[in-house]
């Protein structure tokens, strides 16, 4: 089994930050692609930022300049700096990845979310 854990949410004032984090653990073989998403209440899932597993990235335009995708593929770790932080950031944000198993098959696999608050 394979299995991603977010961290690092929670609530901050508008111009504030956070960082979270996302690990994931099981039988892991490899780790392709990996990104954040977010879904504010009463709106779809979105993607907020990706980063391949041949190191590159890309943002949602509403986060570019604000927030960082970073990954240690050592650790299995993904990691999300959000700065600048605005009301409309406010969301659950779930974590994603392309993982092979120990088995060789490839699963797509979402944590558990983690909730970002934005208020003053």
């Known amino acids: 089994q394979v299995q991603l854990v977010e961290s690092g949410g929670g609530l901050v004032q508008p111009g504030g930050s956070l960082r979270l984090s996302c690990v994931a653990s099981?039988?892991?073989?490899?780790?392709?692609?990996m990104g954040w998403y977010r879904q504010a209440p009463g709106k779809q899932r979105e993607l907020v930022a990706a980063?391949?597993?041949?190191?590159?990235?890309n943002y949602a335009d509403s986060v570019k300049g604000r927030f960082t995708i970073s990954r240690d593929n050592a650790r299995n770790t993904l990691n999300l700096q959000m700065n600048s932080l605005k009301p409309e950031d406010t969301a659950v944000y779930y974590c994603?990845?392309?993982?092979?198993?120990?088995?060789?098959?490839?699963?797509?696999?979402w944590g558990q979310g983690t909730q970002v608050t934005v208020s003053s």
């Open positions: 994603n990845a392309d993982i092979t198993s120990t088995t060789r098959a490839t699963l797509n696999v």
């Open positions: 099981g039988s892991i073989f490899s780790i392709l692609d």
């Open positions: 980063a391949t597993g041949g190191g590159g990235t």
